[in-house]
């Protein structure tokens, strides 16, 4: 039960710190990558997105770094408050075929902690 | 705009039983997915409507589970019969359809369906 989600990787930061979750995606075909936030008992809420041909976008308080040599994206979170308590799960897309989109794949999250 | 509805929120049935989601997608978006969350990890794609058809089921465990987007726009997924290993988030998401290789895939979750097999 909830000993599986203790599993996940988990980063712990003070109020008003930087925090910065790396993520490492699996198909080098991937042209377009998406972070969600999944607060308990809730659906992924959409981020921030990149394409593949940027390396870094920024977003309000929140930036994503995309490095495709070692296929690894990062989130940064400036500022980090109690509300960005959540986990956080990278996803990756294959380009668009021709029936249309193509389905995210989710990398294992990483739990979030925001000490006051 | 009104999110992405899914209902039940909850549901505890035992094994071998019958059990069925329904989901409504934001209005106008064309692909549907259903997703299963197993606790501790992110989701995992089950099946991809495209309007009323199947784009990709190619995850989904066919002897047990069965969608169903008749109209193309609300969807239901059935298990039948549940097995403990079934215990799960299940996650609805949308998007709109693609209007160009260049259109971006955000997709739009529901709050999901947590399921537990007794």
């Known amino acids: 039960g909830e000993s599986v989600g203790l599993h996940l990787p988990t980063l712990s930061v003070q109020e008003g710190d930087n925090s910065i979750i790396n993520c490492a995606y699996s198909n080098s075909a991937s042209d377009y990558f998406i972070w969600y936030k999944q607060e308990s008992g809730k659906g992924p809420q959409f981020i921030i997105d990149i394409r593949s041909n940027m390396d870094k976008r920024q977003g309000q308080r929140v930036t994503v770094l995309l490095n495709k040599t070692v296929k690894h994206l990062s989130l940064q979170i400036a500022a980090t408050q109690p509300g960005d308590s959540a986990v956080y799960f990278c996803a990756e897309n294959l380009p668009i075929r021709g029936s249309g989109n193509t389905p995210l794949v989710f990398g294992k999250g990483t739990r979030l902690s925001v000490i006051a | 705009e009104a999110g992405v509805a899914q209902s039940p929120r909850y549901k505890i049935i035992e094994k071998r039983q019958s059990v069925a989601f329904w989901c409504n997608p934001i209005s106008g978006h064309a692909t549907l997915y259903w997703y299963q969350q197993i606790l501790g990890q992110g989701p995992k794609l089950l099946i991809q409507?495209?309007?009323?058809?199947?784009?990709?089921d190619s995850q989904l465990p066919k002897d047990r589970f069965s969608a169903e987007r008749l109209k193309g726009v609300d969807s239901t997924l059935k298990i039948q019969p549940a097995k403990l290993e079934d215990s799960a988030v299940y996650l609805c998401a949308s998007s709109r359809k693609p209007t160009g290789v260049l259109a971006k895939n955000i997709q739009y979750f529901g709050a999901g369906t947590r399921l537990s097999v007794l």
């Open positions: 409507f495209q309007n009323n058809g199947v784009v990709d």
